[in-house]
């Protein structure tokens, strides 16, 4: 059974960083992508960036190119989120997720995946 634990999120100030982690176990991934996507109160969930396993192709929202950096470590079966420059708008909980053997390739969908996290909760104060 896959499954997909985040951990990293907490409250930080506006200008702060964090890192969020998102270990999976029960599949070594080896195609397909990790995505990463967030969801404020109230509003859709949305998507933040994505990384395939294979190769160093990454995917951004337009809202935090060059603020966020995703990676992954497919030795530790690992994906990463580097957020900087982090604003209140960034307040959500995220999630990550990871395609199915199915790849669809069109990772800015929530539907393109096969398997999520419980979410981590960032807070961002002004």
């Known amino acids: 059974q896959v499954q997909l634990v985040e951990s990293g999120g907490e409250l930080v100030q506006a200008g702060g960083s964090l890192r969020l982690s998102c270990a999976a176990s029960?599949?070594?991934?080896?195609?397909?992508?990790m995505g990463w996507f967030r969801q404020a109160p109230g509003k859709e969930r949305e998507f933040v960036a994505a990384?395939?396993?294979?190769?160093?192709?990454?995917y951004y929202a337009d809202s935090v190119k060059g603020r966020f950096t995703v990676s992954r470590d497919n030795a530790k079966n690992t994906g990463y989120l580097q957020m900087n420059s982090l604003k209140p708008e960034d307040t959500a909980v995220y999630f990550c997720?990871?395609?199915?053997?199915?790849?669809?390739?069109?990772?800015?969908?929530?539907?393109?995946?096969?398997?999520w996290g419980q979410g981590t909760q960032v807070t961002v104060s002004s």
């Open positions: 997720a990871a395609t199915g053997r199915g790849d669809s390739g069109s990772y800015y969908y929530t539907w393109a995946y096969a398997y």
């Open positions: 029960g599949r070594t991934f080896s195609s397909g992508a």
């Open positions: 990384i395939r396993w294979s190769g160093d192709i990454t």
